[in-house]
């Protein structure tokens, strides 16, 4: 069984950074690994995706220049470096693994990014 534990949220002002971590047990880590968030009121949705040899990476376009997802294969590790922060990046990220064309098999409990004006 997969478990994802996100780390890093936080509370910082408008462009500022914040750098967002997951960890990730089990036996392999060979999978694709994704970044989500959801606003209060609002659905979840993509932020960045790293292949699992981290050689590809996709962003939304509204962190595009902006945050740069990097993994760890050894420490079974992924990040999300977000810079130039925005008070609508504010959300709860979630860390999510092993994509099968639309759908995610693991995600974890979430780490709340509040960025203040």
């Known amino acids: 069984q997969v478990q994802l534990v996100e780390s890093g949220g936080g509370l910082v002002q408008a462009g500022g950074s914040l750098r967002l971590s997951c960890a990730a047990s089990?036996?392999?880590?060979?999978?694709?690994m994704g970044w989500f968030r959801q606003a209060p009121g609002k659905e979840r949705e993509f932020v960045a995706e790293?292949?699992?040899?981290?050689?590809?990476?996709v962003y939304a376009d509204s962190v595009k220049g902006r945050f740069t997802i990097s993994r760890d294969n050894a420490k079974k590790t992924v990040s999300l470096q977000m810079n130039s922060l925005k008070p609508e990046d504010t959300a709860v990220y979630y860390c999510?693994?092993?994509?099968?064309?639309?759908?995610?098999?693991?995600w974890g409990q979430g780490t709340q990014v509040t960025v203040s004006s």
């Open positions: 999510a693994g092993d994509r099968r064309g639309s759908s995610w098999g693991y």
């Open positions: 089990g036996r392999t880590f060979s999978y694709t």
């Open positions: 790293i292949s699992g040899g981290g050689g590809v990476t």
